[in-house]
């Protein structure tokens, strides 16, 4: 699409609604192959907290 200079394009702010899902991981399992899956259906990891044990726990987000 091309624009002519001095053209004013109106625009309108939406807010992206999200949802949010945890996932544990115990120590030793293999974190890339979960997260790798979780990502095929649209999460996104945001955070990690550690759990204890040489475990953790995945916060992960996608759109609604």
Same mark, same amino acid.
């Given at each position: 699409?091309?624009?002519? #200079? ?5 625009? =309108?702010? +939406? /807010?992206? +609604?999200?949802?949010? /899902?945890? !996932?544990?991981? #115990?120590?030793?399992? $293999?974190?890339?192959? +979960?997260? $790798?899956?979780? *990502?095929? $259906?649209?999460?996104?990891?945001? *955070?990690? !907290?550690? +759990?204890? *044990?040489?475990?953790? /726990?995945?916060?992960?987000? =996608? #759109?609604?």
């Amino acid at each position: 699409m091309t624009v002519a #200079p001095g053209t004013v394009v109106e625009t =309108r702010a +939406a /807010r992206q +609604a999200w949802e949010y /899902r945890l !996932v544990d991981l #115990p120590s030793g399992q $293999d974190a890339a192959a +979960a997260l $790798d899956e979780s *990502g095929q $259906d649209g999460w996104e990891a945001v *955070g990690v !907290v550690s +759990a204890g *044990g040489g475990a953790s /726990r995945v916060l992960l987000k =996608r #759109p609604r």
